[in-house]
């Protein structure tokens, strides 16, 4: 984490606290609700730079025996603190990820997944997260299941011309990106 940390406005658009947030992209395999396949992610607004999401964990999302797949907790993470960007108000990309997997957790748990923004540095957004089992066979809110920290990228309109073509059907977002 560099010292030079900016701390950014809280852009107009953000919900309030406790406000849903809506889908950034509706074929997201994260939040989308025009995917078929996805996880159907759901988000609230903190009251700053931050947001909770929360994820069923369905069987199809198994890895091991009777657990989680890591990479699903990956995505799930991902989407978390992509949201939080949406309290800057303008298009982010992923370009760093890492986790650490503390804990099993079961099929059939739902997580909370709370992902903030810790600062910005020029067009880099620096974020962090943390996931707790709220319902479910070992549901404890208080112990932290799994973490990470991740490096989004802010990014213009024409960062998604370049993929337009790959576009399946009319998806709709907020960002107006919705042309590509
Ligand atoms: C697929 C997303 C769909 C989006 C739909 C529409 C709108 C969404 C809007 C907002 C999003 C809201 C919610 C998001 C929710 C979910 C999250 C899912 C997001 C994803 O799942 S998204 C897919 C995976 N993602 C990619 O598909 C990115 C592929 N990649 C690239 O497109 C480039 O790689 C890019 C743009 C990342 C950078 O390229 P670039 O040319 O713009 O920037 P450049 O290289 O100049 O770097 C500038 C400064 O960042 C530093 N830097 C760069 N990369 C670094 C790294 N990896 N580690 C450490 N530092 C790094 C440099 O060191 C320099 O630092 P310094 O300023 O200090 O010099």
């Not at 950014?8 to 609700?33: M, V, Y």
């Not at 479910?136 to 990014?155: E, H, K, N, Q, Y």
């Not at 960062?159 to 919705?178: I, L, Q, R, W, Y």
Request: net charge negative; aromatic share 6%; proline share 8%.
């Amino acid at each position: 984490m560099p010292d030079d940390l900016a701390a950014p406005e809280r852009a107009p658009s953000f919900p309030a606290p406790g406000g849903q947030l809506p889908q950034h992209w509706s074929k997201c395999f994260g939040c989308g609700d025009d995917q078929p396949a996805g996880m159907t992610m759901t988000f609230v607004a903190g009251e700053g730079l931050d947001v909770t999401g929360r994820l069923e964990v369905a069987k199809k999302y198994q890895g091991g025996p009777g657990v989680i797949h890591g990479g699903i907790l990956t995505t799930a993470f991902d989407e978390a603190q992509g949201m939080a960007c949406m309290s800057l108000g303008t298009a982010v990309v992923t370009g760093h990820l890492e986790v650490d997997f503390a804990r099993p957790i079961p099929l059939g748990s739902v997580l909370e997944i709370h992902a903030r923004i810790d600062g910005t540095v020029r067009r880099k957004v620096y974020t962090s997260a943390e996931a707790r089992i709220v319902s479910g066979p070992t549901a404890d809110p208080d112990a932290v299941v799994a973490t990470s920290r991740a490096l989004f990228l802010t990014v213009g309109a024409e960062h998604f011309e370049k993929v337009k073509n790959f576009v399946d059907g009319t998806p709709s977002s907020p960002f107006e990106t919705s042309s590509v």
